[in-house]
């Protein structure tokens, strides 16, 4: 597979698991279009164009030709300086790694993190949530998001990734909406009466039962 194989790949798993479903997905891609087409001139030039075909801003490839074949690849769920600094020390000893893929984003695919958490409310009113309810509910969080990340130095990771001359490219969305389904089949099917109940259930799933030991599994608040 070529890394862009590898992205249209996860686009398109996003896409089958999105909570709004396929026609939800188009529909919010149709509004992203009608609202490029009604921008002046001079900010469609600063539009970013990928999102008028793929769904998720926080999904990109951030550097490399998406032409390359990808025979091994580093994963982490966040990838910074460090962690590209370790892929090409790995390579000098001979991994062989040609892509390395963040769950986090990066660059200007963090800086649009707030965009995507419009889904977080179509989510909400899939759960029986009015629309207008789910809408204050995440509109607080949302300006949250956008100020904390916007003052933020974004391209750390790309720019050490263009030094090093290792691909590098971010899924979010998509693989939350991967996770999303796997829990909410398995919640969604099982009789559950309390908050103790869900987290019961949590605990019983493999690699959440592994976080558990180390301290970082499911916790009420």
Request: charged content about 30%.
């Amino acid at each position: 597979m070529t890394i862009q194989d590898i992205y249209q790949l996860a686009i398109k798993k996003g896409i089958a698991y999105d909570p709004r479903g396929e026609a939800g997905v188009i529909r919010a891609l149709d509004r992203i279009k009608k609202e490029y087409k009604t921008l002046p001139k001079k900010e469609q030039d600063y539009f970013d164009q990928e999102s008028l075909k793929n769904p998720y801003s926080d999904t990109r490839i951030l550097f490399g030709d998406p032409t390359i074949v990808v025979d091994k690849v580093l994963v982490g769920i966040d990838i910074h300086v460090g962690e590209m600094v370790l892929a090409d020390r790995l390579n000098e000893k001979g991994e062989g790694i040609d892509l390395v893929i963040s769950h986090h984003p990066s660059g200007r695919a963090l800086a649009a993190l707030d965009e995507v958490m419009e889904l977080q409310i179509d989510m909400l009113e899939t759960y029986g949530i009015p629309i207008n309810v789910a809408e204050n509910l995440m509109r607080n969080r949302i300006g949250e998001v956008y100020r904390r990340f916007a003052p933020l130095n974004h391209h750390q990771s790309i720019d050490a990734a263009r030094l090093l001359n290792i691909p590098l490219m971010c899924m979010h969305t998509p693989t939350d909406n991967i996770g999303w389904k796997y829990l909410a089949d398995r919640l969604e099917h099982t009789d559950l009466d309390t908050v103790a109940d869900v987290m019961d259930e949590l605990y019983k799933v493999p690699e959440l039962k592994m976080a558990l030991k180390d301290k970082a599994g499911p916790v009420i608040f």
